[in-house]
């Protein structure tokens, strides 16, 4: 939310703006790296953060997943999610869903006391980057491809669930 003084005028306005909860920003380079690769149906948006002083210009990308509040690259009917207490972390429940709206409505139902994660996660087919609803994945060949560009400002850490993709025979 932005607020204006006016010109320094007592009357004050508010505007609204979409927040990018889900969106990252990246820098060109990455976005370079990043299109020679299988991503989900995203949206780059092009920025441009200007510093006055110095003159100068640089690019960057947000990545934002809007495409995705269903997560339509996601097979929930062969994913597995546990379902775990709040106040017992030891008390896990395994679910499956035969949808994404049957698995919202079991979290709706449950989100006072329980918490949702994936225990294995099924693709449709295979990516390598996408925000899955709880984080962002890249494959192997993409951290590598990463890496190799140099990219240090990229970290990586292990998943605590297992990816795999539908095998469609």
């Not at 889900?22 to 020679?36: A, T, Y």
């Not at 960057?60 to 996601?74: A, D, G, R, T, V």
């Amino acid at each position: 939310m932005l607020w204006s003084s006016g010109g320094g005028s007592q009357k004050w306005h508010k505007a609204a703006f979409t927040p990018f909860t889900r969106g990252i920003c990246i820098s060109d380079q990455l976005f370079k790296v990043l299109n020679n690769f299988t991503l989900t149906e995203d949206q780059f948006l092009e920025l441009k953060v200007d510093n006055y002083q110095k003159k100068t210009e640089y690019k960057y990308w947000l990545f934002y997943p809007i495409k995705q509040w269903n997560f339509p690259h996601l097979s929930i009917e062969n994913s597995i999610f546990k379902k775990i207490n709040k106040n017992d972390k030891d008390n896990i429940t395994i679910v499956k869903a035969s949808s994404y709206y049957e698995l919202l409505e079991i979290k709706k139902a449950n989100y006072k006391n329980y918490e949702f994660i994936p225990s294995i996660l099924t693709l449709k087919k295979e990516y390598d980057f996408l925000f899955d609803g709880y984080t962002f994945i890249v494959s192997e060949r993409l951290r590598k491809a990463i890496e190799e560009a140099g990219l240090t400002d990229v970290f990586f850490y292990n998943l605590d669930y297992k990816v795999i993709v539908k095998n469609e025979n």
